[in-house]
T-cell receptor, first 111, second 116 residues
Framework: QKEVEQNSGPLSVPEGAIASLNCTYSDRGSQSFFWYRQYSGKSPELIMS????GDKEDGRFTAQLNKASQYVSLLIRDSQPSDSATYLCAVKDFGNEKLTFGTGTRLTIIP | NAGVMQNPRHLVRRRGQEARLRCSPMKGHSHVYWYRQLPEEGLKFMVY????????ESGMPKERFSAEFPKEGPSILRIQQVVRGDSAAYFC??????????????FGPGTRLTVT
């Protein structure tokens, strides 16, 4: 059974520092990778998608993908208190539309 | 607002009643997905639909649950004879592309179902 693993946290990071969130997946057939942010009581919000090995940057966010190691990460630079949320990693196989989610990492930014 | 719309946002049902959850995809999107999030658990895929077709229902419980996406109108997730274990947040997502594409999925606000 396909698994997506995340450290549940909580991960505490001082304001202004870099937050690093990690995710591993078990299925080598996984082709697309997504990071969602979910505030308590709210719906998941897409932050980043990445499909190729390497880094992808968007503002303060950088997604990193290493398919050989089956590892995807999200870096948040200059962390802000508003970044405090649960971050969900999701993977999708080519030709299969469903997302498989990890259980999420709870991130707290300390002012 | 061109986002994914879901209603109702909160739904309370007594055990044995039926629950109907509605989802309208983003403008221009023709693919709809339903996910369930149980308290303190991750999001779990339930079903993937296109207009008038169920494409993948591998995550749907075998009994009491059904979904449709008619030619006209919203997608509907129906839960018959609800039980307390059905209490959860039900999220709908939509995407503009289907099989073979990267297909980013965008989520609606969710329906929080409480079974009493």
């Amino acid at each position: 059974q396909k698994e997506v693993e995340q450290n549940s946290g909580p991960l505490s990071v001082p304001e202004g520092a870099i937050a690093s969130l990690n995710c591993t997946y078990s299925d080598r057939g996984s082709q697309s990778f997504f990071w969602y942010r979910q505030y308590s009581g709210k719906s998941p919000e897409l932050i980043m998608s990445i499909y190729s090995n390497g880094d992808k940057e968007d503002g303060r966010f950088t997604a990193q993908l290493n398919k050989a190691s089956q590892y995807v990460s999200l870096l948040i630079r200059d962390s802000q208190p508003s970044d405090s949320a649960t971050y969900l990693c999701a993977v999708k196989d080519f030709g299969n539309e469903k997302l498989t989610f990890g259980t999420g990492t709870r991130l707290t930014i300390i002012p | 607002n061109a986002g994914v719309m879901q209603n109702p946002r909160h739904l309370v049902r007594r055990r044995g009643q039926e629950a109907r959850l509605r989802c309208s995809p983003m403008k221009g999107h023709s693919h709809v997905y339903w996910y369930r999030q149980l308290p303190e658990e991750g999001l779990k895929f339930m079903v993937y639909l296109q207009k008038e077709n169920i494409i993948d229902e591998s995550g749907m419980p075998k009994e009491r649950f059904s979904a449709e996406f008619p030619k006209e109108g919203p997608s509907i997730l129906r839960i018959q004879q609800v039980v307390r274990g059905d209490s959860a947040a039900y999220f709908c997502a939509s995407s503009p592309r289907g099989t073979g594409g990267a297909g980013e999925q965008y989520f609606g606000p969710g329906t929080r179902l409480t079974v009493t």
